[in-house]
């Protein structure tokens, strides 16, 4: 701490040492006296010290829900009729796997062991739908718990790299 640091800090604290209890100090009587309207300011009567008043409470009891089958609330509530819409299974061979990333010599290059050596693969994001195609390679080894490897270029088109692995699904 340089010399100009110290005299800051000394003066801040002998500030705040004679500051403090001086507030303190004066603070004392203003709590005392206030300028907040009182009830008669109001219209309001102001109690006597020899009556007491009993304050009304009430307590709180809610109604049931509709949902629970109580009350007449649920007899006249009809569900309604709600149209789902199922997916259909894809045509030919898919599978979900993560994938990572890896450098090849191609550029449109990817291994996976789901897939037969130079089969073209579609690579779809589960998360955000955006897809690629690359060809398997066979040989380099995919980490454990990985299903694909793909191109490093190839995967940052669809996800950021640094999410990697990420879910996807790989069709052939």
Same mark, same amino acid.
């Given at each position: 701490m340089n010399a100009s640091d110290r $005299? $800051?800090?000394?003066? =801040?604290?002998v500030f705040t040492v004679v500051a403090?209890? =001086?507030?303190w100090v004066t603070? $004392?009587?203003q709590a005392r006296t206030t300028t907040a309207p009182s009830a008669g300011a109001a219209g309001l009567a102001a109690p006597s010290g020899g009556v007491h008043s009993t304050a009304v409470t009430t307590t709180y009891e809610p109604q049931s829900p509709v949902f629970l089958g109580s009350d007449r609330g #649920?007899? *006249? #509530?009809i569900p309604p009729l709600i149209s789902v819409e199922h997916g259909t299974d894809q045509a030919g061979?898919? #599978?979900d796997v993560r994938a990572a990333f890896r450098r090849y010599? *191609?550029?449109? =290059?990817? *291994?996976t062991p789901y897939a037969a050596g130079g089969v073209t693969i579609k690579v779809t994001n589960i998360d955000n739908g955006q897809s690629i195609t690359c060809r398997n390679v066979l040989g380099p080894v995919i980490p454990a718990g990985d299903g694909i490897l793909v191109h490093t270029e190839l995967l940052a088109e669809i996800a950021n790299l640094a999410d990697a692995p990420i879910s996807v $699904?790989?069709?052939w």
């Open positions: $005299r $800051r800090l000394v003066f =801040a604290t403090l209890p =001086a507030l603070g $004392r009587d #649920a007899q *006249t #509530a061979n898919h #599978a010599n *191609t550029t449109n =290059a990817c *291994t $699904r790989i069709s």
